[in-house]
DNA sequence: GACAATTGACATTCCATGTTGTCAGAATTA
DNA sequence: TAATTCTGACAACATGGAATGTCAATTGTC
């Protein structure tokens, strides 16, 4: 307990801004590093100094590492759901989102990879809490999809293993380097998906 | 350095049986541990007594904690591969042969939990070593899966899409209680890979 | 300019872990 | 039985990280 009796400002900024200028600090930083050693390889020291903070201000934004951990994976997942629906708001045939979703979680990919690296392989084994966060993630993707092609809802484990696929096809395509053109990777994984995410009756 | 000049018998163990089965009870100890709690979260203290053993044969028979993980990991994998092996020898059918490993998958998913577990989902963002493993396994599987059906070596990123679905689908099985038949497991992730692994001129 | 709030650098405490070392006693052989 | 190897329990050391605390210097307010 510090005694701020008054909250003046600072720099130009409220306390309240100074306060979530830090914390997105920390969370860049954050995603920053895991994306580059892992998220096994960087604590919170690492993190405050990337971020140009040190840890007093990290425990007043975040209770503990693995609240950050949290904090960075589900504002990534904001994004990009925020991103898919953009990407498929203009087009109305199920085919046609589906590839808009595909183009744009590519593209995503490449453009930020730190956070598709955190994203897609960091989150496994870890905690039981980071676990939950990851699984619930995953699971509106799969939904996310099925509304995109206008499957029925409740997602089969076919559509699950369609959308681990299209995951495990972006691991691969960076580690690749990216060297695929992404047309060639959305077209493959439109493939997969159109394939998986069929109506019951159609499927067999 | 201790003196070992000679090696006599022990409980009716010569000295390389000893080591033998002190090294393999590490393994399974720590595929079990690893398994139950998340690799990040087992250290060689747990394992050792899990294993009943002290931290001073440990260090006799691995070279630090990664080694054991390593072996572990690689453990897993050659059961799993010789199995899958051994599923298809008796079909030639590439329908067949597929359904057989998809089937000899599942069923040593359902069998073997702790290893599933670690196989699955611990090995990313740990240290490079053991991604390098978890990528050339990885790899080993799309290929064995490309072979079963007689596609073209090379293994695009379609099917690299597929194998990671079949993966993806094992974890969500598992994590749901197994619950869903097997059988039906196995028919989703044949079609996800019949249908991914076909011949280039017939795909689209 | 005086005073309080705010910041940043750093020390400190606590604890877990990896790794190596010690040693008394059990099992084995002669 | 005596000598010796092997074992198991545990101490000891080093390292690193999480989380809290201290304090002088800086910035804003009056």
Redesign the pocket.
């Known amino acids: 307990m ?11 900024l409220s ?1 309240d801004e ?1 306060r979530k200028d ?1 914390r997105s600090r920390l969370v860049r930083a954050a995603v920053k590093l895991y994306g580059a050693r892992g998220y096994a390889n ?5 993190i405050c100094a990337e971020a ?8 007043e934004a975040f209770e ?3 609240a950050l951990a949290i904090a960075s994976f589900e504002g990534i997942a904001r994004v990009l759901f925020d991103n898919l629906e953009t990407a498929i708001l203009p087009h109305s045939a199920p085919r046609a989102r589906l590839r808009a979703a595909l183009s744009a979680w590519f593209g995503l990919v490449a453009a930020y990879p730190d956070e598709a690296r955190f994203f897609l392989k960091d989150l496994d084994g870890v905690s039981p809490a980071l676990e939950e966060v990851r699984r619930a993630v995953f699971h509106r993707f799969v939904a996310l999809f099925g509304r995109i092609v206008g499957a029925e809802p409740g997602g089969s484990l076919l559509e699950v293993g369609a959308i681990g696929g299209v995951l495990e096809m972006a691991v691969v395509w960076m580690r690749g380097g990216l060297r695929i053109p992404v047309d060639t990777v959305v077209a493959d994984a439109e493939r997969l998906c159109s394939f998986a995410f069929q109506p019951q009756e159609v499927r067999s």
């Open positions: 510090s005694s701020p009796e008054t909250d003046r400002a600072y720099r130009g306390a100074r830090r960087v604590g919170v020291r690492a140009g903070l040190t840890e007093r201000y990290f425990y503990n590492g693995e």
